[in-house]
């Protein structure tokens, strides 16, 4: 259970009541009274923009009381002499990065249930981005988390192995460096290791399942031995609703995101063999094609993506909608999206280039960054705000080598860097129609290695200056004609072109080779 703090009154409950990740309460401010209080018990804050402040006591902990700290002659000594520095770990984006790698921690009974129980069929866990997963004798469980203002939203995946052998052998691989203590109460854990790769032997009849990480990815293989039946591999799918995709992919649907059960990338040795999921039901099972029997067959899927919802609620009478309609990543992993939304809450992060919706009737044109893990780093509206009910879009996004961004909407043209500060704008032409009226719409953009920008779609009726004087096609044919023009990375336009005969054409995507 999450506690609700009370604005009028600086308390905290008991932190043995933290859930097994340490969560205690959401709200409250960061006074210095509430601070002090918090950190006595041994409680922490943590928050980001547009999310109530949530108060953390982990086990991991240890609470040190200045003034009741007794220090040597011989160290105040060292201290008063000098001849030393106080440095701090200032490698953010490193740190990060090596935190998201996905490893198993084994439990000795840190791990509890909300009740203060041990989990001990609980063998190791760990996390991958914004999930945690908990390895059991039969099965996995994934945990994806949501903080919706005064309320957590917990929601759980367990994937059970049907029929699988609950005493397989567990063998750990690669040790990480470092061991971890846990005191709990009165009861004190030493020596908690942590593993790179976890296998169970024998979890089937001469078939071993492994875990370990790959590109910062959770993954798993099923290793079937020679002479084994690789359709003893059953899995049924609690907490979420299973989904088969058009690719082969299995989606696991539930109210907080969605987790991707790849397509199985099915080999022996150097050859592949053709495989497919089947789902009945909430039971996956695996197709596989002939293989060499005398050899092991290892069944590798793709591995699990993270998924999330995106948008949040609408202050006007309209339902809140948000779509996205671009999405590009940059050589970090880093995913952008952009799209449109009338959602009121959850798109701008606080200090965004547009922090607002503006009227409640606007549907407005958005850019969000997010991690390699999923996490939102930040997002914005983007778009004019006047007059009232104005509709629009952001239709592509694509990245350059320095991580910068660049969004299309409508006849504008946007650069942002990687940390989300505005860099600047241009609209692609003069462009109206006989009625005034702006009939521009650039879907798609690409960027060269060079920086150079390339931006598609379409216009009609269109008076002047959308064509640069020499180019394809300098005027348009009649209905809406395609667009496409390039821009220098300071964001002057190079050249654009129309595209098109007498009836209705348009760019849908562009791409350089």
């Known amino acids: ?178 061991k971890d203590h846990y005191i709990l109460n009165v009861e004190s854990l030493q020596d908690i290791k942590t593993f790179s790769k976890v296998t169970y032997q024998g979890i089937y009849k001469g078939i071993d399942l492994k875990f370990y990480q790959q590109d910062g990815q959770l993954k798993y293989d099923f290793i079937v031995h020679p002479g084994a039946d690789y359709q003893q591999i059953r899995m049924e799918v609690n907490g979420a609703t299973p989904t088969a995709k058009p690719d082969g992919a299995i989606n696991l649907y539930t109210p907080l995101g969605i987790v991707e059960e790849g397509v199985p990338f099915v080999y022996q040795e150097y050859t592949t063999v053709t495989s497919s999921w089947n789902l009945n039901n909430h039971t996956i099972t695996l197709d596989v094609g002939n293989f060499d029997r005398t050899k092991p ?74 991690s390699p893990a999923g996490i939102r780093e930040w997002g914005s509206y983007l778009g004019p705000t006047a007059p009232s009910g104005v509709t629009s879009a952001a239709g592509g996004c694509a990245t350059d080598a320095s991580g910068n961004v660049y969004v299309t909407l409508g006849s504008i043209l946007y650069k942002f860097n990687s940390g989300g500060t505005f860099q600047w704008s241009t609209t692609a032409a003069g462009l109206t129609s006989s009625t005034g009226i702006a009939m521009f719409n650039a879907t798609r953009i690409a960027v060269s290695s060079a920086g150079q920008i390339y931006v598609a779609g379409g216009v009609s009726s269109a008076t002047a200056n959308v064509a640069t004087s020499g180019a394809f096609q300098t005027t348009g044919a009649g209905g809406t004609d395609g667009y496409l023009g390039k821009f220098d990375p300071d964001g002057t336009r190079i050249w654009a072109t129309f595209y098109g005969g007498p009836n209705n054409d348009m760019f849908s995507d562009v791409s350089i080779a």
């Open 297 to 370: 067959l290892i069944i590798d899927p793709v591995v699990r993506q993270w998924s999330t919802y995106y948008g949040g609620t609408s202050g006007g009478a309209f339902f809140p909608m948000t779509q996205g309609f671009g999405t590009t990543s940059d050589a970090n992993g880093n995913v952008f999206m952009c799209g449109q939304t009338n959602a009121t809450t959850n798109i701008a992060t606080t200090g965004a280039y547009q922090t607002t919706l503006g009227n409640v009737t606007n549907t407005l044109g958005f850019v969000a960054k997010f």
């Open 1 to 178: 259970m999450v506690f609700r703090l009370p604005d009028d009154e600086i308390v905290f409950p008991n932190p043995e009541l933290a859930d097994e990740d340490g969560l205690l309460a959401v709200g409250g401010d960061l006074s210095a009274e509430r601070l002090i209080l918090a950190y006595q018990n041994g409680i922490f804050p943590w928050f980001s923009d547009d999310d109530p402040i949530c108060w953390y006591s982990p086990h991991e902990r240890c609470v040190i009381y200045p003034d009741r700290l007794k220090v040597r002659k011989s160290m105040k000594q060292v201290l008063k002499n000098g001849g030393f520095k106080v440095t701090a770990n200032q490698a953010f984006a490193e740190r990060i990065t090596s935190s998201d790698q996905p490893t198993f921690r084994e439990n000795k009974g840190q791990i509890k249930d909300q009740r203060g129980n041990k989990r001990s069929d609980i063998l190791y866990y760990g996390t991958s981005g914004a999930m945690t997963y908990y390895l059991q004798p039969t099965g996995i469980s994934y945990q994806l988390y949501k903080i919706n203002g005064d309320s957590t939203t917990v929601q759980r995946i367990d994937i059970r192995w049907i029929d699988a052998n609950p005493k397989a052998n567990i063998k750990t691989e690669q040790r990480v460096d470092g």
